[in-house]
């Protein structure tokens, strides 16, 4: 069993991708210690590795609130996965197996399957599952690492809005990748990830679609 602080850690996670702990809330740690029966250190513990990891910014004489995106976050985020991902790309296009094309082209068929029921928390995770796949090979663990957190980032700001059209080109873009691995040419793939498929330009029509709602369904 993973220790107490990373349960929590995984708890607040969920509660912040569900929805219940919104973007600009303070969280209430008495509240929180009452409603799942903990001591607040563990609390506290969990919430020091929530902030490394950029979801909670603690105010002082204020408490811990937990962390808007902007769209310069966003941007900033976006470029950092470009990046990597194009770097990595270039490390491992000749490793990727035919096995694991054929579970990334699975994952995708899944990806379009979400979008078709309106399941956007699901949609979000198989897409992390897909680059989780794409880049198993990598060896640069550091890269991996920040990569997840980031994303883990992007979806869970993202899973309370659905964009059908962002998700079918998303899934269109992993098809067009794939097709690029099946033929051999990494290089072409590792071009791909950098200019169209982690282009904040080309994505920010969709990008400020989904401000704009967030806007709209967070308003008081």
Not at 124 to 139: D, P
Request: proline share 2%; aromatic share 8%.
């Amino acid at each position: 069993m993973d220790p107490l602080r990373d349960q929590i850690y995984a708890w607040m996670r969920d509660e912040m991708n569900r929805g219940n702990l919104l973007p600009g809330q303070l969280i209430n740690m008495s509240e929180i210690s009452r409603r799942i029966g903990i001591s607040k250190t563990p609390l506290r513990e969990a919430l020091i590795q929530l902030e490394c990891d950029g979801f909670v910014t603690t105010i002082p004489r204020k408490g811990v609130m937990i962390n808007r995106m902007s769209l310069t976050d966003v941007e900033e985020s976006w470029e950092i996965c470009r990046a990597f991902e194009h770097t990595m790309m270039l490390q491992v296009c000749g490793r990727v197996t035919e096995e694991e094309i054929e579970e990334m082209a699975a994952i995708n068929q899944e990806m379009r399957l979400a979008s078709e029921t309106h399941d956007t928390d699901r949609f979000y995770q198989l897409n992390i599952a897909f680059h989780t796949a794409l880049f198993r090979r990598s060896e640069n663990r550091q890269m991996r690492r920040i990569l997840t957190r980031i994303k883990q980032r992007l979806y869970d700001f993202l899973t309370r809005v659905s964009l059908p059209m962002w998700e079918g080109t998303n899934c269109d873009e992993h098809d067009h990748l794939l097709t690029l691995l099946r033929e051999g040419n990494g290089e072409a793939a590792a071009a791909y990830i950098r200019d169209e498929h982690w282009s904040f330009e080309k994505q920010e029509y969709y990008i400020r679609q989904f401000y704009k709602q967030e806007d709209e369904t967070t308003e008081v």
